[in-house]
């Protein structure tokens, strides 16, 4: 069979395992697949198009023979393992925070920026799940009206802290149901002093918090939008909430435009024929997005869509995507798809 080699860094993992699915629902040629993660993993048997794939240590020599690595085992792996991929003539797609600010690395979402991928020399960055969903709703309204101005606050799923946050979710509302105690030991950020209950109490933290009392989630945010509109003008700021749904962030996104014909009626025709969207806008009938139908798509919902009352030529919108999907593994196979499509799919030498 012709095609790609293709290894799945973190396999086992919440992202891990639907870069999998994705990656066996995709376009792209692929002639094998390798499963690579921990030593403590390493051994599991784990499904691709039913034939039966042993995860393997990771190890610098893993990528000896490899075409395309997805990377989604956490920042430090990527680090460490990611020059040694490279190295190797393997293409990086890599999900972790460890390269989208570095100024040589393309950070990519394929509906926003995918020109950006013919700057890529090896290694190419999946942005943050919350600020994926965003610019996918605002990059059609952002080339027909400009945008000046963007205040986000997110709804965000346990499911981004990994598969220990939702168990924790369901073992602890459990218990609070059931009247027990019950001591929390990953939310909202597993190696932290401090943990807190997720069980019907949305936490205002996630991520660390950095010096100037923004969370590391909310810096991320910010200037990813920035480099991803490639628009350090355009005013970001964000707030990002930790809510007890297992899986789909929900945003709610107040923007100014700079043009002064912007209207409802206008932003929902871009947004209906806008790549990756899905218009869910009619209040006469309650339909507008929700986290249980996103959950599992690939799309990115956005409704609610209405003028600000105070503020000339600014609107708020409603966006609800699947973290799993569109803000991370979805997305990184998209970014391998277009490189395929692009002639890109090569280290550059």
Known sequence: MNGYRVAVVGATGAVGTRMIEMLEQSTLPIASVKYLASKR?????LKFKKQDIVVEELVPESFEGIDLALFSAGGGVSKKFAPEAIKRGTVVVDNTSAFRMDPEVPLVVPEVNEDALYQ??????NPNCSTIQMVVALEPLRKAFGLKKVIVTTLQAVSGAGNRAIQELHDETEAVLKGK???PQVL?????KKHYQIAFNPLAQIDVFEDDGYTHEEWKMIHETK???????????ATCIRVPVAIAHSESVWFEVEKTDATVTKIHELLQSAPGVVLEDDPDNQLFPQAVNAAGKKDTFVGRVR??????NA???YCVSD???KGAAWNSVQIAERLHAMNLLRVPK
Not at 188 to 192: L, Y
Not at 227 to 237: G, L, N, Y
């Open 323 to 325: 973290n799993l999907l």
């Open 41 to 45: 993993s390493a051994g599991k048997v």
């Open 315 to 317: 609107f708020h919108l």
């Open 120 to 125: 890529h020399k090896g290694l190419i960055a």
């Open 227 to 237: 480099k991803i509109m490639s628009d350090e003008d355009i005013q970001v700021t």
């Open 188 to 192: 909202p950020v597993a190696g932290a």
């Open 181 to 183: 105690s019950y001591e």
């Open 307 to 312: 003028p600000d009352q105070e503020q000339p």
